[in-house]
């Protein structure tokens, strides 16, 4: 069965518990296929599906896969996942998701430009059409740095990514407070 007809049988039953079908991939492994089913939602803090939530949702899509007899005779592993953190941002809800994150963008060129801009910035706020970052100015020290606020269209950016950061800079500011 292909990712198609696979999203139109699957997409109901993830939105009954909750969440948001973002993409199936079913590739050969072997004698079997590997079913992988990344999911997305809001989640209890806002910022993606809870563990419990992927599991929940994992049992439906099995559920529904084994009674359907979708994916045949031939045996298949089914992987659920969350979109993980190294998915390119795509769509406002994802941005949303990720208020507070560190996110590496990359603009479209503009004329006469072989490559768009490449900076980072923490995001502050999602809407629709733009997305307002915290980014590092221009003029800021290494160790001192100097922050401002900036807005980018939504339809000027090539690629976003978010940063995993091992020191967040808000986590560090509350230490030396204390």
Known sequence: MNAERLTSLLEPIVSQVGLELDRIDVVPAGRRRLVRVR???????????SLDEISEATAEISRCLDDSGAMGESPYTLEVSSRGVSTPLTQPRHYRRNIGHLVRFTLNPTEGQKSGETF????????????????????????????????????????????????????QASQEEN
Do not use: C, F, W
């Open 120 to 171: 980072d910035g923490r995001i502050t706020e999602a809407g629709e059409e733009t997305v307002t970052l915290e980014v590092e100015a221009e003029n800021s020290k290494p160790h001192k740095p100097v922050y401002t606020t900036r807005e980018v269209q939504l339809a000027d950016v090539a690629k976003a990514v978010v940063q995993v950061e091992l020191n967040r800079r808000d986590a």
């Open 39 to 49: 999911v997305d939602g809001d989640g209890p803090d806002g910022h993606g599906p």
